[in-house]
């Protein structure tokens, strides 16, 4: 459960407006926090498997007062936004919200028209939606996003997590992603575009946080060596006592080993791999532009170096049993101690959404938590997720003892740890939200955002 970070600057964004950041993930008050804070404008946003949540906060705001001004962003309403075209939606902000949010509040302030805001869609007095577009202003570099407001967020603090770090500090050194995943939403969301801060941005971030440790969450930090390079030596220069974890792609440490060693020295203590398979064919399956052989290599260098691995890979729900023995067999040859498996999902607004729309079996987004299989399986359902859960099922506890000797994990740490483990590892769990077996609305239940994919693509055809 990471920081709401994004929420964060778009508050810094609008340093002359008394702003709060109510989290819902943790406090569900929203009535009670609407009556003593009494806003003028209130914005959610949301992931796709928090739509529906999302479009619930929205209705009871308008109920609560329809003079607030309502807005939705994030990376579902930017990929899907006819699934907030609601009339309790005064707009929707497409992409960054940095490069709208300030321009809308100062319309709102001052009783303007959004006609002029960049990246929005605004519901005019009529009650039709009017599009403005999406642009990325020209000239914008990261070094001038504000400072977060993290201190909007201190009272949920302790409850931020990332791995085993509790409480965490996230940090946004890069977005955007070069690569096209079939997967993935993020190349989707910037456009292609990737951006990055300065080194010296980045380490007046690392200041303001306060934390002793910090997660950097861009999709591949080793990406920008010359700037991972630069902010290593600021970071030592300047003495900053912390332990760090990162994202990173498997090919940019082979290519850069002394980097993670130069890290390692500065703090480095964890690495999220998104290995994705155990062959060349799984990874050329999702577009990964990268092989197990490096993967390998990458995954020699972290152990070598101390690094924790947090090992990510994807199942399909083709697979057979034979397919589930081979990633299992991988993972316990490469020891990795902290894994991450999930099932192949068409995100809505993905290249996989795309190609894979008429194999879906729902619409239903409570489903697309990369948890369920939303097309169809190879094996029986209930098969495949006794496959899938076994995939949790910890047998060698020997790697947990040696990061506990080498100090790396406490027991608490690997209690902890077991817990989470125990609960993904029974498969009975997953059969209630599956969109065959299990209770989900009905196709034609589906938001507006799906019909409006399908009649696009009927107009293609």
Request: charged share 25%; proline share 5%.
């Amino acid at each position: 459960m990471p920081e709401p970070l994004h929420l964060e600057l778009l508050a810094a964004s609008v340093p002359d407006h008394d702003v709060r950041i109510f989290d819902m993930r943790i406090d569900a008050n929203l009535l009670g926090k609407l009556e003593s804070f009494q806003p003028n404008v209130v914005a959610v946003t949301a992931l796709t498997t928090e739509v529906y949540v999302a479009r619930d906060v929205l209705m009871a705001v308008k109920k609560f007062s329809d003079e607030i001004f309502t807005v939705v962003g994030g990376h579902h309403a930017t990929l899907m936004p006819e699934d907030f075209r609601m009339p309790q939606v005064d707009a929707i902000s497409l992409g960054e919200g940095e490069f709208s949010f300030p321009h809308m509040i100062e319309a709102v302030d001052e009783g303007k028209s959004l006609a002029m805001v960049p990246n929005l869609i605004w519901r005019n007095r009529d009650g039709h939606f009017v599009s403005n577009g999406r642009t990325i202003p020209p000239g914008r570099s990261m070094d001038d996003l504000p400072l977060p407001r993290r201190d909007l967020v201190e009272k949920y603090r302790e409850e931020y997590f990332f791995l085993f770090d509790k409480p965490d500090s996230s940090v946004a050194a890069s977005r955007g992603c070069p690569y096209r995943c079939n997967f993935c939403s993020v190349h989707e969301f910037y456009e292609g575009k990737t951006r990055h801060m300065s080194a010296e941005r980045v380490l007046d971030e690392i200041h303001h946080c306060d934390t002793k440790h910090i997660t950097f969450v861009d999709d591949n930090f080793m990406m920008n060596y010359r700037r991972e390079n630069a902010l290593a030596d600021l970071i030592k220069a300047e003495g900053v006592d912390m332990s760090f974890s990162m994202e990173c792609r498997t090919d940019s440490i082979v290519r850069h080993p002394e980097l993670v060693e130069k890290w390692v020295d500065i703090g480095l203590y964890a690495v999220l791999l998104g290995l994705e398979g155990a062959s060349d064919k799984a990874l050329a399956g999702v577009n990964k532009e990268n092989k197990l052989s490096v993967n390998d290599e990458a995954i020699k260098i972290l152990k070598a170096n101390g690094v924790i691995i947090w090992g990510a890979f994807i199942t399909d729900p083709q697979w057979t049993t034979d397919d589930f023995a081979i990633l299992r067999d991988y993972v316990d040859e490469k020891e990795i101690t902290h894994t991450q498996f999930t099932i192949l999902t068409p995100l809505p607004g993905t290249q996989l959404y795309r190609q894979q729309f008429n194999d879906l079996l729902t619409y239903d987004y409570t489903c697309y938590d990369t948890l369920h299989a939303v097309t169809p399986t190879k094996m029986p359902r209930v098969e495949f997720y006794k496959n899938f859960a076994k995939l949790y099922q910890q047998a060698d506890l020997g790697p947990y003892y040696d990061l506990v000797r080498e100090g790396k994990l406490t027991v608490d740490d690997c209690r902890r740890g077991k817990r989470m483990l125990d609960a993904m590892s029974h498969w009975e769990y997953y059969l209630e939200n599956d969109p065959v077996i299990g209770s989900v609305r009905a196709k034609s239940e589906a938001l507006p955002g799906a019909f409006a994919h399908k009649r696009s693509r009927a107009r293609f055809a």
